[in-house]
């Protein structure tokens, strides 16, 4: 399949490219370079540079390489930063998409895969979560996403877009040379990590009084060699079935003193820690049920233990500054 892929040179799109170029697939990747390294653009691909909200070169790309599909993973994805800058989330994130989306309505491109986000769901009232539940995000970055689903959801009734929506849990580890890093980081791996590696001091927990066992905000980590797998999938999927919205976890909550404690047992490091007040918009607790991809898509999460993930993670960590 000829597909094309916004924010290949990402952590989690260039994952996914880098997969589907082993697979036979040809591969085009359209990023802006804005929070990725050209480095890191996947070797095989086709590159564009260029923002997803530029309507004219996005049109003309499509039209002349006619995909079967695009995987849109280019965005913007700090929960707190949405906080402080809504504004940055709603053009990056949904009026880019809107751009997206008219380029392949003018083009006749008509299958999409879009990274949507747990944080669509905001403060669950019950777990684990079920893609029927309340849809009311705590923060901006999980509004501008919700936003794009509702647009894709009148796309496929008007003008008959095929689509899967799939809901990220929290993504992380390594596969294939690549793993998590984000410039500048803000994400709760990468950052305990960095500790081990005596890049940081200590690891600050944002919280410690939400109303969770231990008081620390719950997650469900997913493998990312899993997260791409349901991608493959879905695309596939979507010759026969129009439109699909999928949860993506591995169905286990860890809070975030768990996932320091699978940190140091993982790199033997004692990674100190010290609690600092909530960051604005964390839900407490965000844990998936992903029965429906798994009964629908037939996936299988290959990777489901964290401290599995975790090493994997480390394993790319410790290597990373010294490529
Ligand atoms: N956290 C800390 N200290 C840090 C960093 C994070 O305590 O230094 C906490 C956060 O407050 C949160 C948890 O660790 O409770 C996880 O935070 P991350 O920033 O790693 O991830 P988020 O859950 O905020 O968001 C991630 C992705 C989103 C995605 C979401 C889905 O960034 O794009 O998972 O659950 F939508």
Redesign the pocket.
């Known amino acids: 399949m000829k597909i094309l892929v916004t924010g290949g040179a990402g952590y989690i799109g260039g994952t996914v490219a880098t997969i589907l170029l082993k697979a036979g697939h040809s591969v085009t990747v359209l990023d802006n370079l804005r929070h990725s390294r050209r480095e890191e653009i996947p070797a095989g691909v086709s590159f564009v540079e260029a923002d997803v909200a530029d309507r004219p070169r996005v049109e003309s790309l499509l039209r002349d390489l006619q995909p079967e599909g695009v995987l849109h993973f280019a965005a913007l994805?700090?929960?707190?930063e949405s906080m402080q800058k809504p504004e940055i989330y709603f053009r990056n994130n949904t009026a880019s998409t809107l751009a997206l989306l008219e380029a392949m309505l003018a083009t006749g491109v008509d299958k999409l895969v879009f990274s949507s986000?747990?944080?669509v769901y905001g403060e669950p009232k019950t777990t684990p979560i079920e893609e029927t539940a309340d849809l009311a995000p705590t923060n901006a970055?999980?509004e501008s996403?919700l936003l794009v689903e509702q647009m894709l959801r009148w796309f496929h009734q008007i003008h008959g877009l095929r689509y899967a929506s799939l809901r990220?849990?929290?993504?992380a580890g390594a596969v294939g040379g690549r793993g998590e890093a984000h410039e500048p980081e803000?994400?709760?791996?990468p950052?305990?990590l960095d500790v081990a590696l005596g890049r940081r001091e200590k690891?600050?927990?944002?919280?410690d009084d939400y109303p969770t066992p231990d008081g620390?905000?719950i997650?469900?980590y997913i493998h990312v060699a899993d997260l791409a797998d349901a991608h493959i999938l879905a695309l596939q999927a979507l010759s026969g079935c129009d439109r699909m919205i999928y949860n993506l976890g591995n169905g286990n909550g860890f809070s975030?003193r768990e996932?320091i404690e699978s940190a140091r047992r993982v790199t033997g490091h004692p990674i100190p820690a010290e609690v600092?007040p909530?960051?604005a918009g964390?839900p407490a607790r965000?844990v998936a049920s992903s029965a429906q991809a798994k009964s629908k898509l037939g996936w299988q999460p290959k990777h489901p233990d964290l401290d599995d993930i975790m090493a994997s993670a480390w394993a790319w960590h410790q290597q990373r500054y010294t490529r």
């Open positions: 994805i700090e929960a707190g986000t747990a944080a970055y999980g996403k990220y849990f929290n993504v803000t994400h709760l791996i950052l305990i690891i600050f927990i944002f919280g620390t905000c997650r469900d975030v996932v600092k909530r960051r964390d965000l």
